[in-house]
C-alpha cells in the first residue's frame, strides 16, 4: 500500500466512522426546550462538531492501523475475497 493509498483508505474509514458519531449524544432543540424560530424542532441544539471530529480522529486511526495491518501483512489478499464472493454457474 502506497502513501496516496493509505490516505486515502484513512479518508474513507475517517469520513464514515464521523457519520457514526455525529448523531450520539446529540441534543435537539425540541429536547431542551429552546426552539430557534424558522428551524425545525429535530434541529442540533449543542452538536460539539469539534470534538466529535477529535473523537472520529482517534477512532479513525485505530480502524485504519488494523486494516493497514491486514492489508500489508497479506493475510487477506484480493484473492481470498474473489474467492468468497464467487458465484457458481448453476446451469441456469
Known amino acids: 500500500m502506497g502513501i496516496t493509498s493509505g490516505l486515502v483508505l484513512f479518508a474513507v474509514i475517517w469520513f464514515l466512522t ?5 448523531p450520539v449524544r446529540l441534543q435537539t432543540q425540541g ?11 429535530g434541529s442540533p441544539h449543542s452538536h460539539n462538531l469539534k470534538r466529535k471530529a477529535w473523537i472520529t480522529t482517534g477512532i479513525a486511526a485505530v480502524i485504519w492501523g488494523i486494516v ?7 493475510m487477506i489478499t484480493v484473492d481470498d475475497i474473489a474467492r468468497w464472493t464467487r458465484f457458481e454457474n448453476r446451469g441456469g
Open 18 to 22: 464521523f457519520l457514526i458519531v455525529i
Open 68 to 74: 493497514a495491518a491486514i492489508i500489508l501483512t497479506g
Open 31 to 41: 429536547e431542551a426546550g429552546d426552539v430557534v424560530p424558522g428551524t425545525h424542532a
